[in-house]
């Protein structure tokens, strides 16, 4: 499976505007930030878990310059005494904007890829090890909070293997054959959406595409975007549209702003494949009514067949138009395009 075609640059924007709204909000009533407050900084508990999560590894890194090979720190008394030091600082976390802005830009980054795509996310911490530590996982793991069945399952796999460590690579084939496996779909991310979009708007577009965060866009609101394409309801029409703006784009050179670019060439081979675990959760709540089996014949029928125009057919046999006119729906076709290059 490959990862999904996440909008890093655009997150990345979303995420510092979203850490200066909230931070600008609440250090404007206090200079420092406290422990308690951190735990209810924003609408997202995912977000906050973040950031708690970056705070402990800082706390570590500090508690590990306190070592020095000229004094036994494995005697009971200093063991004690050094856990009682922590345990009195992590009851007095006093941080203010400067060094806490950037902890929660990070954290923002983190909890959508969690939210929207987790196998980035799980991916990215993978990253992060060569041998993979389970341990560290673990210890990871207590910090999230939405699609926690997804890292329960990847955890059960790692302590099915043999030895102590397990190199970064087969790593991430055991991440590929947990996500193939699952059958529990991920969390439903309308309500992270609208959480989110009360303090500054978040769209697909911004976490899969390449929509600017700019002011006009990041205003708060609850209301579901429009499309911007409803000229035309007739689904032919606007196939052929939608293909000849990408062959366009594309014979310019030009970078495309969908879901439907894959990160090795201009085409998508096989849908069963290249769709994320969330863009199948998505599509099938948003174009088949959240018809698991469905989706599944759609997409193995779309997988079979030959040529554009029997798959045209059989999209408007299947989806009514107006569900392919919503953003989703335009996303969903804009990546059987590709298909059909």
Same mark, same amino acid.
């Given at each position: 499976?490959?990862?999904? #075609?996440?909008?890093?640059?655009?997150?990345?924007?979303?995420?510092?505007?979203?850490?200066?709204?909230?931070?600008?909000? *609440?250090?404007?009533?206090?200079?420092?930030?406290?422990?308690?407050?951190?735990?209810?900084? =924003?609408?997202?508990?995912?977000?906050?878990?973040?950031?708690?999560?970056?705070?402990?590894?800082?706390?570590?890194? $500090?508690?590990?310059?306190?070592?020095?090979?000229?004094?036994?720190?494995?005697?009971?008394?200093? #063991?004690?005494?050094?856990?009682?030091?922590?345990?009195? +600082?992590?009851?007095?976390?006093?941080?203010? /904007?400067?060094?806490?802005?950037?902890?929660? /830009?990070?954290?923002?980054?983190?909890?959508?890829?969690?939210?929207?795509?987790?196998?980035?996310?799980?991916?990215?911490?993978?990253?992060?090890?060569? !041998?993979?530590?389970?341990?560290?996982?673990?210890?990871?793991?207590?910090?999230?909070?939405?699609?926690?069945?997804?890292?329960?399952?990847?955890? #059960?796999?790692?302590? $099915?293997? !043999?030895?102590?460590?397990?190199?970064?690579?087969?790593?991430?084939?055991?991440?590929?054959?947990?996500?193939?496996?699952?059958?529990?779909?991920?969390?439903?991310?309308?309500?992270?959406?609208?959480?989110?979009? $009360?303090?500054?708007? +978040?769209?697909?577009?911004?976490?899969?595409?390449?929509?600017?965060?700019?002011?006009?866009?990041?205003?708060?609101?609850?209301?579901?975007?429009?499309?911007?394409?409803?000229?035309?309801?007739?689904? %032919?029409?606007?196939?052929?549209?939608?293909?000849?703006?990408?062959?366009? =784009?594309?014979?310019?050179?030009?970078?495309?702003?969908? +879901?439907?670019?894959?990160?090795? &060439?201009?085409?998508?081979? %096989?849908?069963?494949?290249?769709?994320?675990?969330?863009?199948?959760?998505? *599509?099938?709540?948003?174009?088949?009514? &959240? %018809?698991?089996?469905? *989706?599944?014949?759609?997409?193995?029928?779309?997988?079979?067949?030959? #040529? /554009?125009?029997?798959?045209?057919?059989?999209?408007?046999?299947?989806?009514?138009?107006?569900?392919?006119?919503?953003? $989703?729906?335009?996303?969903?076709?804009?990546?059987?395009?590709?298909?059909?290059?």
């Amino acid at each position: 499976m490959a990862e999904s #075609n996440i909008n890093h640059e655009g997150i990345e924007a979303y995420a510092s505007n979203f850490a200066s709204k909230v931070s600008e909000d *609440f250090f404007r009533k206090s200079p420092k930030i406290n422990g308690k407050d951190i735990l209810e900084f =924003t609408p997202i508990a995912q977000v906050n878990a973040f950031i708690l999560k970056m705070l402990l590894s800082e706390w570590k890194k $500090e508690f590990s310059k306190l070592k020095s090979p000229y004094f036994d720190y494995e005697d009971a008394e200093v #063991n004690q005494a050094l856990k009682t030091f922590m345990n009195v +600082l992590s009851k007095n976390i006093a941080i203010s /904007r400067a060094d806490f802005e950037p902890l929660v /830009r990070q954290a923002v980054q983190d909890a959508i890829l969690i939210i929207y795509s987790p196998y980035d996310y799980y991916c990215k911490e993978i990253r992060k090890q060569d !041998p993979i530590d389970l341990a560290a996982l673990e210890e990871a793991n207590k910090y999230i909070k939405v699609n926690k069945h997804l890292m329960a399952a990847y955890l #059960n796999k790692l302590k $099915e293997k !043999p030895g102590k460590e397990l190199p970064s690579e087969d790593g991430f084939k055991l991440l590929n054959e947990v996500f193939e496996e699952i059958q529990e779909d991920p969390e439903d991310f309308e309500p992270f959406t609208k959480a989110f979009s $009360e303090i500054s708007r +978040l769209t697909l577009e911004v976490i899969y595409g390449q929509e600017k965060q700019d002011e006009s866009s990041a205003q708060p609101t609850t209301e579901k975007p429009t499309s911007t394409a409803t000229e035309s309801t007739a689904l %032919n029409d606007r196939f052929a549209k939608k293909a000849t703006t990408l062959n366009e =784009t594309l014979s310019k050179g030009e970078k495309q702003a969908s +879901l439907a670019d894959v990160h090795e &060439g201009h085409t998508v081979a %096989n849908l069963k494949s290249y769709l994320s675990l969330n863009q199948k959760f998505m *599509f099938t709540k948003q174009i088949f009514g &959240g %018809n698991r089996e469905a *989706f599944d014949a759609a997409i193995t029928f779309l997988d079979e067949c030959q #040529n /554009r125009k029997d798959a045209v057919a059989y999209i408007k046999k299947t989806c009514k138009v107006e569900v392919l006119e919503t953003e $989703e729906g335009l996303e969903f076709l804009s990546i059987v395009d590709k298909k059909y290059p």
